[in-house]
């Protein structure tokens, strides 16, 4: 039983080792061109998001990048946000009102879709009211890569830091996610993107007949569209600090909760391959953990035990590290091996849940 455990640990902990190892040298290999300034149109949806609004509108509106507009969708406000737009819009900020819903598409994906039909340059660029870009340059950054075979560019978009152990789980999670999503995009197979941070041609989304084919999902907006669409030659990466936009987390478990189900829902519709991609990571994760205790507790040797799990303990922190500098911001290092643990424990339990969830809401 404990030589079939250790071979368990060893073969779960090798296999993690070989993603991380394949995440990490594509990150730290990303070398960033030199950027030019292209036509874009900024998109905005948001549900009564106003006090969100008038922070993040002066915010884009002083963005240095030489030729943009900015499309604020206002999808069914009760806040006020009507009566601010109809002021504020101009020949560079354009205002859409979305008064109804449909039942045959999902509610936030037929207020993007009009927002798109309203923007009038090629490059469009998506982000959230609740963030904030990181720097004047971010329109530049996120879309100055584009060229004929470009159609999309995955960004990152971090929450902004706070105190506690919610706020330092979100900040994990987050990287995690990002590191996973923008090193598989670097090695060939992008499968998802966030909304909060990403741009894509105007005429690829008409192209693919927008959310056509996932219209009436809750959620999908932005990583089943990549998941769908995005591949080796049309896909690229924006990271370094002035490529982010900061995004307020969650305060509650309960809020977080519900928020991870609905992303991670989206899931079960991804191509079969990087299904089978992810569950093997998150397979060999819960395979190491589980066949690492039950060593803990039946061998009399505990330098094995002990010698795997500072190996991954010291990987994982040196991963977390130089990733999350060469995306632009700082991790608190010394408590990745805790929130290590911690989400493993979370994914496998809210990860199920979300498999077997059939009924997810963006907002009401």
């Not at 499309?71 to 020949?91: A, C, F, H, N, W």
């Not at 999503?181 to 005429?203: D, E």
């Amino acid at each position: 039983m404990e030589y079939l455990l250790l071979i368990a640990v060893s073969v779960s902990l090798g296999t993690l080792s070989i993603y991380w190892m394949i995440l990490l040298l594509k990150i730290l290999r990303h070398k960033s061109l030199p950027k030019k300034h292209v036509p874009v149109s900024v998109i905005v949806c948001a549900h009564n998001e106003l006090g969100n609004l008038k922070k993040l509108i002066p915010a884009l509106l002083d963005q240095k990048h030489s030729e943009f507009e900015l499309v604020i969708v206002d999808d069914r406000s009760e806040d006020g946000t009507y009566d601010y737009m109809l002021e504020k819009q101009s020949d560079q900020l354009k205002f859409v009102h979305v008064d109804q819903v449909h039942d045959h598409i999902n509610a936030k994906k037929f207020a993007l879709t009009l927002g798109i039909k309203a923007a009038q340059h090629e490059i469009l660029l998506f982000t959230d009211a609740d963030c904030i870009p990181s720097s004047a340059d971010w329109i530049t950054e996120m879309t100055g890569n584009f060229d004929k075979n470009t159609e999309y560019t995955l960004g990152v978009s971090p929450y902004n830091n706070d105190s506690g152990l919610l706020n330092h789980f979100i900040q994990f999670e987050t990287h995690w996610t990002a590191m996973n999503y923008i090193g598989f995009a670097l090695a060939g197979n992008p499968y998802m993107g966030v909304g909060r941070n990403l741009a894509y041609k105007k005429s690829s989304f008409l192209k693919h007949k927008g959310f056509s084919k996932i219209q009436h999902i809750t959620g999908g907006d932005d990583d089943l569209l990549v998941n769908e669409h995005a591949n080796k030659k049309n896909t690229k990466v924006a990271i370094g600090a002035g490529s982010l936009v900061y995004s307020i987390p969650k305060k509650t478990w309960s809020e977080f909760n519900r928020q991870k189900i609905r992303h991670w829902s989206v899931g079960r519709h991804y191509k079969w391959m990087d299904k089978f991609i992810l569950g093997l990571q998150n397979f060999s994760n819960l395979v190491f953990w589980l066949a690492l205790i039950i060593l803990a507790m039946q061998t009399n040797n505990f330098l094995i035990p002990t010698g795997m799990l500072v190996f991954r303990m010291v990987f994982i922190t040196i991963l977390v590290e130089l990733t999350s500098k060469k995306f632009g911001y700082r991790m608190n290092i010394w408590l990745v091996p805790m929130m290590d643990i911690l989400y493993a424990g979370y994914a496998s339990i809210f990860g199920v849940i979300a498999l077997l969830t059939k009924k997810v809401r963006w907002k009401k």
